[in-house]
């Protein structure tokens, strides 16, 4: 089958195309790949710089689209249905890829498989970052950096559903406000400055949540943005540096900082990538949620499709295309 292989750890520009054979499908679900989704931890994988380094050489990409070819018979999913998966953290961007059943759900009609593919890998982490660590409730205002971003856009399309009145994203550039705004945002404001441009907005009140996949020297200043009782949910560090926080801040202010570790809960807890599912599902089909609309790279160019992620250059979800 046609592969993308990372052999060497030089970056995005490592990933190339090649044959290798197929996953052998015993007790698994074995899936012919429609797309696959690319998210900032394949370029951190792709320099040896991610938590979760896999032996090389390796194939990259953690989530799927696809057709299922065979499943065994206890199964929730069997051949023929259209399915979004997770590889978790790498072997999505091949022609075929085999899958413990519960990391397979089934993807509703009205969602393309490029959309399909990008969709589980920041969709069920927002679920865990706002409604099960950042207890997200009614009326809240939630502020969001990298807002033109993967997580980003996840956080916009999927805040207000449960209970954000008003989103508020933070983008690096002029360019990124167009994305942040066609995901949703209520408003969107400049990362340079943006403390100000939140005081402002909320008339000196600061905001409920924070969601954070940026750290780096905005910390202190999304910390100082938060109203009393707010919280800061801390999902990553695109910018480099992991702050620290002086805990006399959350104090003074009534104010928590959460991390926010999808993996490691789904990890010990049986279960919940499929009780997660079941909640985002009927959203997803009936329209309640919008499904994501990537940028899609045909698999020839999947280095390219990652290194977009890491120059910044990326305007909403990426993808590649498989078939
Ligand atoms: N905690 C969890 O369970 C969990 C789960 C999934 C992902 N994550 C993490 O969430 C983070 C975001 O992932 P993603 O897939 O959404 O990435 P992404 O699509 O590349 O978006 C990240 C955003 O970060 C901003 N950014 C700021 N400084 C940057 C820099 N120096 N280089 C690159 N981007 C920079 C960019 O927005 P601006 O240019 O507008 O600033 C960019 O849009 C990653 O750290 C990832 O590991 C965590």
Redesign the pocket.
Known sequence: MRAIQIATLDGPQAAKLVEIDEPAGDGAVLIDVHAAGV???D??QSRGLYQYKPDMPYTPGAEIAGVVRSAPEDAHVSAGDRVCGLTMLCGAMAEVVALPPDRVFKLPDSVSFEAGAGLL??DL?MH??LRTRGRLAEGETVLV????????T?TLRLAPVWGASRTIA????ED?IAVAKDAGATDVVL?DGFKDAVKELTGGRGVDIVVD??G?DRFTDSLRSLAPGGRLL???????EIPTVKVNRLLLNNVDAVG?????WAGTHPGYLLEQWAELEPLLASGKVSAPTPEIYPLERAADAIAS??D?S?KG??VVAVR
Not at 170 to 173: G, M, P
């Open positions: 998210a900032f931890p370029a951190l890998f920041n982490t865990h970052a950096h990298g807002a033109a971003g993967g997580i980003g996840s933070v983008v690096s550039t990124k990362a996949p940026v780096g801390v999902i990553g560090f695109t910018g480099g926010v570790g999808w993996g490691a992620l890491e910044r990326a979800k990426v």
